[in-house]
Nanobody, 124 residues
Framework: QVQLVESGGGLVQAGDSPRLSCAAS????????MGWFRQAPGKERTFVAA????????DYADSVRGRFTISRDNAKNTLYLQMNSLKPEDTAVYSC?????????????????WGQGTQVTVST
């Protein structure tokens, strides 16, 4: 099993640039891709960004491309989401996810493990 714990959320102002972290533990050898998702109040969970664990391939939702940056530190088994130019519509619970297979050559957004999420509230 893989355990994921997010941190870095909270109440921020529009235009702020917080960074979320997701620490992975357990059988991290099972991680080949990680991603961030978010769920706004009353809405379904949506994809935000993803990164392959052993290559530089990344993927972003159109709504965050150019504002958010996903990165990872393999030595620390930690995933990051740098969020810039936050808007009130970015308010959501942000969750990280992990999974994948060693033969994947591209991002698939398919995950087996999920974190509990961290709330990000953007005020005007």
């Amino acid at each position: 099993q893989v355990q994921l714990v997010e941190s870095g959320g909270g109440l921020v102002q529009a235009g702020d640039s917080p960074r979320l972290s997701c620490a992975a533990s357990g059988r991290t050898s099972r991680i080949f891709e990680m991603g961030w998702f978010r769920q706004a109040p009353g809405k379904e969970r949506t994809f935000v960004a993803a990164i392959m664990w052993n290559s530089d391939k990344t993927d972003y939702a159109d709504s965050v491309r150019g504002r958010f940056t996903i990165s990872r530190d393999n030595a620390k088994n930690t995933l990051y989401l740098q969020m810039n130019s936050l808007k009130p519509e970015d308010t959501a619970v942000y969750s990280c996810a992990a999974g994948g297979s060693p033969w994947w050559t591209g991002i698939r957004r398919e995950y087996d493990y999920w974190g509990q999420g961290t709330q990000v509230t953007v005020s005007t």
